[in-house]
């Protein structure tokens, strides 16, 4: 379906702008009636641009540049770091800055704006197609610069439509941008404004197939039943365009069925659904490591492989209902990203912990001669709980309300920003963001964890090495399998089951901090 929601011009390649103005020429003090720079002192594009000759302008653009095939661009900079757009300014030709920011408008530069807006620029004027700044930076896919844009054009037609009665949030949904639309979301952005076709951005969130805007538009309210002009609600149209599983996806990720658009039921409100998965994990694995102790391992691992499955089924299936409604099977995406979300994974290092902590108490703690390991082993157990808690509990960094509007205008992207759009990262280990107020929490526990994971290993060897009694000659032990390791799977296959998926973590772990340091 040709959609009218496609932007005509294209993206141009992006450059690093200087946030100070360019120094004046150096005659500048000696002309009289103009400012412009002298031809052989700054590229062709920059003089035509500060003597505001447009037809040079047009034809620069349009044209390769004498070094390259490529074509000059309103991004290009001199050997200061200068853009036209800067020349054009300081020298006050209102048409040449036009022309240049018509063709640079696509590149999201936050530092411009910011430039552009202390010095008085009306962000309010619509270009020939009826963009005003907020759409443009829409168009740009910057998230930073609408939000930006938000908190500095106070009062802002947060809604304001062009020619075809597209709102920016209408524009951010077909464009797939889940970012932007969370933020025009927050700012109060009409979640169900119609266009000159009858479409709300909910239906171009389906024209698009971006599940995780459809998801942040339900989850914010967004009426499922409202009609195109055509009587197509965003579900007709999700048929229609092959979209559906995408549709269903989102609307089950959050807690609708996507056939009626009611709330699917749940066993457990979700305080309770959270701290059931802790027990059922803590439970599971404890089972996991008794047999292992129980059974030959020939034997045991079929039946940990099927109780590991069972944990798994019972929290994703029947806990989060991951899968469990029509429409769910196929969506592997969607699955996992409500799975990460949820605390799973957090309780399978908080149930490690506990079952280290009770072999360490029930078995290592007597042993004699071993002191000082036992004391050290106390210290980070108590370390990695502890700030393992805290890197759960602690705010990563957000920054709420109006009144903070200033603090997120001056935040700068953080250079690890890969798997969270708001933080440095999403870590399902922890059950939370990794941002500036909990980063160092977050190494703290990672680096107790490696030294408690060493010193439990030390202390394993120890146990078997003072309490595990000699092989009976009877006993088989493979010749390639050191004595030790068969005496210790005879004597407490318990301890050893845990001392060794304890050790399974250390690779990981290692890896982990060597990357954060």
């Known amino acids: 379906m040709a959609s009218p929601l496609s932007p005509q011009p294209k993206s141009l390649p992006t450059t690093s702008l200087s946030p100070s103005p360019p120094s004046p020429p150096p005659n500048a003090q000696h002309a009289s009636t103009s400012t412009a720079p002298a031809a052989p002192a700054l590229p062709p594009l920059h003089v035509a641009a500060a003597s505001n000759d447009l037809q040079s302008l047009y034809a620069l653009l349009d044209s390769p540049s004498s070094s390259s095939s490529i074509p000059h661009t309103a991004n290009d900079t001199d050997a200061e770091g200068t853009t036209p757009l800067h020349w054009a300014a300081i020298n006050g030709h209102v048409v040449a800055a036009k022309v240049l920011l018509e063709r640079g408008r696509k590149n999201g530069h936050l530092p411009l704006v910011h430039l552009l807006l202390k010095h008085g620029a009306d962000p309010s004027l619509t270009d020939d197609q009826s963009f005003n700044a907020l759409h443009l930076s829409i168009h740009s896919s910057s998230a930073f610069l609408v939000a930006y844009l938000l908190l500095t054009l106070q009062p802002l037609a947060l809604d304001s439509t062009d020619p075809e009665g597209h709102t920016g949030l209408a524009w951010a949904c077909y464009q797939g941008d889940a970012i932007s639309v969370e933020v025009l979301l927050k700012a109060g952005a009409d979640k169900d404004r119609k266009d000159r076709m009858g479409l709300t951005p909910l239906h171009w969130a389906v024209t698009k197939g971006n599940s995780t805007c459809i998801r942040r538009l339900v989850e914010a309210g967004a009426d499922l039943s409202q009609r195109d002009n055509e009587g197509k609600t965003p579900r007709d149209l999700a048929l229609r365009l092959k979209s559906i599983a995408a549709y269903d996806r989102a609307l089950i990720e959050a807690g609708l069925d996507p056939e009626t658009g009611r709330k699917l039921d749940r066993p457990l409100d979700e305080r309770n659904t959270n701290w059931a998965i802790f027990g059922v994990v803590a439970g599971a694995m404890g089972a996991m490591f008794e047999t292992l ?67 360490w108490i029930t078995r290592y703690i007597s042993l004699p001669d071993h002191a000082v390991l036992n004391i050290l082993f106390g210290l980070s157990l108590v370390s990695c709980a502890w700030w393992f808690a805290k890197a759960i509990r602690l705010d990563p960094g957000t920054v709420r309300g109006p009144g903070m509007g200033e603090e997120l205008k001056e935040t700068r992207r953080p250079l690890r920003s890969k798997h969270s759009y708001a933080t440095e990262r999403y870590c399902p280990w922890i059950w939370n963001d990794v941002g500036v107020n909990n980063h160092r929490q977050f190494l703290l526990f990672v680096a107790s964890l490696v030294v408690g994971v060493i010193l439990f290993t030390r202390l394993t060897f120890g146990y078997f090495y003072e309490k595990a009694p000699d092989l009976h000659p009877d006993s088989y032990c493979p010749s390639l399998v050191p004595s030790l390791l068969c005496m210790s799977l ?13 050790l399974l973590q250390l690779t990981w772990t290692i890896i982990l901090l060597s990357a954060q340091i």
Do not use: N, Q
């Open 293 to 359: 102790a129980a059974l030959p391992w020939y034997t045991s691992w079929l039946l940990v492989g099927a109780e590991a499955f069972g944990m798994h089924h019972l929290v994703a299936r029947v806990l989060l209902g991951v899968g469990g409604a029509k429409g769910a099977k196929g969506h592997s995406h969607g699955s996992s990203s409500k799975v990460t979300k949820s605390p799973y994974l957090c309780a399978v290092i908080t149930s490690s912990l506990i079952w280290v902590a009770y072999v």
């Open 490 to 502: 005879l004597f407490d296959p318990f301890a050893l089951s845990i001392a060794s998926w304890s």
